[in-house]
């Protein structure tokens, strides 16, 4: 910690976010690598690891290569050249793609639900494959975990028109239950290196705490809105309160708080995924499912650590330590963050970067903000960003 100009700025490695959705290609309304750029510095971040639901979605090699392409152009238009790995995304129909990129991603991405995008796994004969494989070429699987079967069951239970609300019984806790249950089971199986994206509640916790007992390559992340919103914020937010996985209740909030405490969940991701306002107005059954995120991520978890709910070390654990370890990334001293632990600031949607410009989290007052992100040796005073 330094004290200087009255300010108390505390040193972090570069911010690693493993889970990002940067909408490129096809869907660069929403987002696309200038904006993002600018947002993930504006975070604190210098490495981002992006996901392969775009148009179209990143499944083969060739859809991998351009999609490098473009990000590459819309960096160098950045002027920012962020550090970044791509996710290839699991298909059925493309099964054969996956050694053929080996050493070009940093993992197998498996939708096991439905989400944004479309793309998903909802056979056991193509997941014991994927799983098969990623193990034989020493790939990492990373699950969006949720049981399409039981996803589809429970909307059948609520047709017609619906309160945004619904989207929590609907996507209930035992999707996410038994999605994990079956991924761990797969593991077992087959020994790949298991990430499980966005844990959401205690019963995920549980069913991981005991794979990390056993000794398995198991590996949790977890987000900012599951951390710091909850089922009663859809009265407020309304169709901003939805994602997937969806909120829970508190009792959840306070199990992921214990998890990241007990060193089972390694990492936050923000899943910074961005859709416009207007299509976050429609009703439920057309609002699309995502928020942003990776602006108010670390303000986030340090307001948290003035209220005693997160300690330094839990904030680099989660922000890029455990990630450096589960992805082997070198360290890159040339990647940091000064944080100003005293300053205040209200989020506010018109002095957000990401380009749908609101965030769910608009209006709080959070202490502890990045003022200075060090890219590669380049500095970004984030008071003139
Ligand atoms: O809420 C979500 N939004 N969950 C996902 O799985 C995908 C993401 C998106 O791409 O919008
Ligand atoms: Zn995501």
Known sequence: MMELENKQLIKLPGLIDPHVHFRTPGWEYKENWKTAAKASIKGGYTTVFDMPNTIPPTVTEIALVEKKALIDKQLKEAGIPLRYYL?????????????????????????????????????????????????????LVAVHAEDEQRLKENAKKFEGPQPYSIHSKIRDESAAFLAVEKAIHL?????????????????????????KKEGL????????????????????LQGKAVMNPPLRSPEHQMALFSGIKSGIID???????????????????????????????????????????????????????????????????DDYVLVDLSLAKKVED??????????????????????????????YDLNKL
Request: aromatic content about 8%; some cysteine.
């Open 267 to 333: 990492t936050i991701g923000s899943d910074h995924a961005p859709h416009t306002l207007e299509e976050k107005a429609k009703a439920y059954g057309d609002c699309p499912s995502g928020v942003p995120g990776i602006e108010t991520t670390l303000p986030l978890l340090f307001e948290a650590y003035h209220q005693n709910l997160l300690s330094l070390d839990n904030i680099v654990d989660l922000t890029s330590r455990r990630a450096k370890t589960i992805f082997n990334l070198a360290d890159c001293p």
């Open 350 to 379: 018109k002095l957000l970067s990401t380009k749908c410009q609101w965030s769910p989290f608009a209006g709080r007052l959070l202490r502890g903000w990045p003022v200075t992100t060090v890219l590669k040796g380049h500095m």
């Open 187 to 211: 593991v077992r199986l087959y020994g790949t290196r298991l990430y499980i994206l966005h844990v959401s509640t205690h019963q995920e916790i549980d069913l991981i705490a005991q794979a």
């Open 87 to 139: 996710y290839f995304g699991a298909d059925k129909y493309h099964l054969n793609e996956i050694k053929k990129i080996k050493g070009q991603v940093i993992g197998i991405k498996v939708f096991m639900g439905c989400s944004t995008g479309g793309l998903v796994i909802d056979d056991d004969e193509s997941l014991h494959a994927i799983f098969k494989i990623a193990a034989e070429e020493n790939m």
């Open 217 to 236: 390559p198991v590996f949790a992340e977890t987000t900012p809105h599951h951390l710091f919103l909850n089922n009663l914020d859809y009265q407020n």
